[in-house]
């Protein structure tokens, strides 16, 4: 009778260490999770790139926003603006398109726009206030806010033409009501 | 050769200035505060880094999640808002040390169940000793360098059932 019990004990315990490792290993392990989507943008208040009058967000509100973190150090930053100021310029009837100097010297940041393009505005984070309430973990990451101010999500690293074009496209659509939204409607 | 490489190509990286531009720190609070601060930011995980605290990481997102641990603290929030304003942004991930709730007991109560378990089968398997055996294991164990104890073979019923079968 007691012959069987040490087997199932390792089973048991070979089980539960499997269980553990594939939840482990299912997940990017260098994947931040983002847990913003579908709550309001948090407000900022920022100084634009080469001053001028402070940009709240609070301006912004009634068009759909495409908001990209950035910074002159960052290598794919540079690959990716170019797609950005394509979509600046062929989508900005859309949504408005804002990019976020992150951790950068506004010295910098003006340089890398006059030689790779400045169609949409740019903002100074100081001192990172607004890029830690969004929950940016590095650049470049793209985030897609709609018309109400809720953030529909983001995107991390360098975006390609095609998924900005959706992405945009998505933000003009109604936001899929939320179960608990759905329930109160009915 | 790989290492010149790679020295070269940080050497133009870095001349190229790809890297964050350091800025200071916020002004530390006052101590009794600022110790509050250190705390809270060893418990949080740097969004940019490997497993490094917010309170351990060079790195400037670690220091810009630092300035806002001393804005939240200055502006009286408790420990557990500040906590929950990372959880909110970043997830459990951002916590070093898991929460102990709900699944989090699991890694908590683990190694702890595990060391029970492998005492537990060690206890079973140390069976007590036969009293013979424990008279000559005193006799022997004083001096373990000196020959061999005196053979006790014929003691041994299970020696005994081996020379029975040879003989067969």
Not at chain 1, 15 to 22: E, I, P, Q
Not at chain 1, 102 to 107: A, I, N
Not at chain 1, 114 to 138: C, H, I, K
Not at chain 2, 88 to 117: D, I, T
């Amino acid at each position: 009778m007691k012959r069987w019990r040490i087997p199932a004990a390792f089973a048991v315990v070979a089980a539960a260490l499997l269980f553990v490792l594939f939840k482990g290993f299912g997940r990017d392990p260098h994947e931040v999770p983002f847990m913003l989507k579908g709550s309001p943008a948090p407000a900022f208040v920022l100084k634009p790139l080469g001053g001028g009058q402070d940009v709240k967000l609070s301006d912004l509100q009634g068009r759909p926003m495409v908001l990209n973190f950035w910074a002159s150090w960052c290598g794919p930053c540079k690959y990716e603006h170019p797609v950005l100021e394509w979509g600046a310029r062929e989508m900005g009837s859309q949504a408005v398109f804002m990019g976020v100097v992150f951790e950068d010297t506004e010295d910098n940041a003006l340089d890398f726009l006059r030689r790779m393009g400045a169609s949409f505005p740019q903002l100074m984070d100081e001192r990172s206030r607004m890029a830690v309430d969004y929950g940016v973990a590095g650049v470049p990451e793209t985030y897609f806010i709609d018309a109400q101010g809720t953030i529909r999500g983001k995107h991390v690293g360098p975006i390609d033409p095609q998924t900005l074009a959706a992405r945009v496209k998505e933000l003009s659509q109604p936001a899929p009501a939320s179960t608990a939204e759905a329930a109160r409607q009915r | 050769m790989n290492a010149v490489l790679v020295s070269l190509t940080l050497a133009l990286s870095l001349a190229t200035g790809q890297f964050a531009p350091q800025q200071a720190a916020s002004d530390p609070l006052a101590p009794a505060r600022e110790a509050r601060v250190q705390v809270l930011a060893k418990k949080l995980r740097c969004a940019v880094c490997q497993g490094l605290s917010v309170a351990d990481s060079p790195s400037s997102m670690a220091r810009a999640q630092l300035d806002k641990v001393r804005e939240l603290v200055s502006a009286g929030k408790t420990d557990e808002e500040i906590v929950d304003y990372f959880v909110a942004r970043y997830g459990e991930w951002v916590l070093l040390e898991p929460r102990a709730e709900g699944f989090n007991w699991f890694v908590w109560l683990g190694p702890v169940v595990l060391v029970l378990g492998g005492l537990f089968v060690i206890l079973r398997q140390r069976q007590p000793l036969p009293e013979g055996a424990v008279a000559t294991e005193a006799a022997a164990a004083p001096s373990p360098s000196s020959p061999p104890a005196p053979s006790t073979d014929d003691a041994d019923p299970y020696l005994q059932a081996v020379r029975r079968e040879l003989e067969r």
